[in-house]
């Protein structure tokens, strides 16, 4: 009930940043929490940040100070804005939902992905 795209991706230099965009449509009144994900080349998808409905954000450790999660809900879009990236940054982003159906219960909704290089 809710599709996701996820833009704003691209080559950016070691400490350099980046917004990602992920705009959201169908039943956006269902979604309980928006998130970012990445999953680098060879390597497992990992929560990167999320935001709840009321707001309240949380970070992996290796982000927070540098990543920041917003939202605009007049347009239905997350933001991730990156700064002082680093090669380890590098990867495949997905924006992630997690949709509440009141028959089914909570389920999740991914984006296609964006892909984020960093060059050192």
């Known amino acids: 009930q809710v599709q996701l795209v996820e833009s704003g991706g691209g080559l950016v230099q070691a400490g350099g940043s980046l917004r990602l965009s992920c705009a959201a449509s169908g039943v956006v009144s269902r979604i309980v929490t928006m998130a970012w994900y990445r999953q680098p080349p060879g390597k497992q998808r990992d929560l990167v940040a999320r935001?709840?409905?009321?707001?309240?954000?949380d970070y992996a450790d290796s982000v927070k100070g540098r990543f920041t999660i917003s939202r605009d809900n007049a347009k239905n879009t997350v933001y991730l804005q990156m700064n002082g990236l680093q090669p380890d940054d590098a990867g495949v982003y997905y924006c992630h939902a997690i949709v509440l159906d009141y028959n089914f219960g909570p389920t999740n909704s991914w984006g296609q992905g964006t892909q984020v290089t960093v060059s050192s």
């Open positions: 935001m709840f409905r009321g707001g309240s954000t």
